[in-house]
């Protein structure tokens, strides 16, 4: 895949109004080329507005969630809590762990406990994300577990700030992908997407669901909008079940997973 991120801009592809839209990109593209920059992208307004605006309460119910169902994830991987060494994310002091820590890595951490819980281990697995932040929930697996292989499907600009990233925590190699060039028609363990799927505008997010959804046995969807594909995946998917996302603040959000 080219690297080279010197795009203009253009109009947003998914649900951004269009000068949030460009300041996130334009934080991705300057942290990728200036390392003072990357030193504190996560802290950015303009990166804030579209990711890492979790709030201590949001982290405290993923903390709470994660204590419950998977414990383990809070005291046997201390790779775990390296993720904000990168960025200088707003962090938060929780007495249970007496550490300061960003909500959006326990967010990526009650991801990662709910797929435990459906999946079991993810050794092996060959796996897809749609719309992977700034690498974040990739670097998280990785932390527990050792896919086969990890590809992230994004825009140019966090694309090959995922690289960055992930390069400098010692992150394995990923494939990546723009969203106008999907991967080779390859079946997958697991698609991941947290938000980013159902954020994007059609036909885009049907070309998703075709391309890359029904070609994985497993999925776990965060949905926080309309999914004009949903029957689509409820006939290819005997399995297939939605429900509410337990720890988000905004009700409207489910759920959608399916395979075991």
Not at 22 to 37: G, I, K, P, Q, T
Not at 82 to 90: M, Q
Not at 128 to 157: A, H, R
Not at 235 to 248: L, M, V
Request: charged share 20%; proline share 6%; glycine share 6%.
């Amino acid at each position: 895949m080219n690297d080279d991120s010197r795009y203009g801009r253009r109009e947003p592809s998914w649900n951004a109004s269009v000068p949030i839209a460009h300041n996130y990109l334009d934080v991705c593209r300057a942290a990728v080329h200036s390392d003072e920059v990357f030193k504190t992208f996560k802290s950015k307004i303009g990166y804030m507005l579209v990711l890492e605006h979790c709030d201590y309460i949001q982290g405290k119910e993923s903390l709470d969630y994660i204590k419950q169902n998977n414990p383990q994830l809070l005291q046997n991987y201390p790779d775990i809590w390296t993720s904000d060494l990168i960025g200088t994310p707003v962090v938060y002091f929780y007495p249970e762990l007496n550490r300061e820590v960003s909500p959006t890595t326990l967010s990526y951490i009650k991801v990662l406990s709910d797929l435990i819980d459906e999946f079991g281990s993810l050794d092996n697995f060959n796996i897809v994300e749609i719309g992977g932040g700034y690498g974040g929930q990739c670097k998280i697996i990785y932390d527990v577990f050792s896919p086969q292989s990890y590809t992230i499907i994004d825009l140019p600009e966090p694309s090959v700030l995922q690289a960055k990233f992930l390069k400098r925590v010692g992150a394995p190699a990923i494939q990546r992908y723009y969203h106008t060039n999907y991967p080779p028609d390859i079946k997958y363990d697991l698609i991941i997407s947290n938000y980013a799927l159902t954020e994007v505008l059609e036909p885009a997010q049907s070309q998703y669901v075709e391309k890359v959804l029904l070609k994985s046995s497993r999925g776990y969807v965060i949905k926080n909008g309309a999914m004009a594909s949903l029957p689509l995946l409820q006939e290819a998917f005997p399995g297939f079940r939605i429900g509410e996302d337990t720890k988000s603040q905004a009700k409207n959000n489910q759920i959608i997973r399916w395979g075991k």
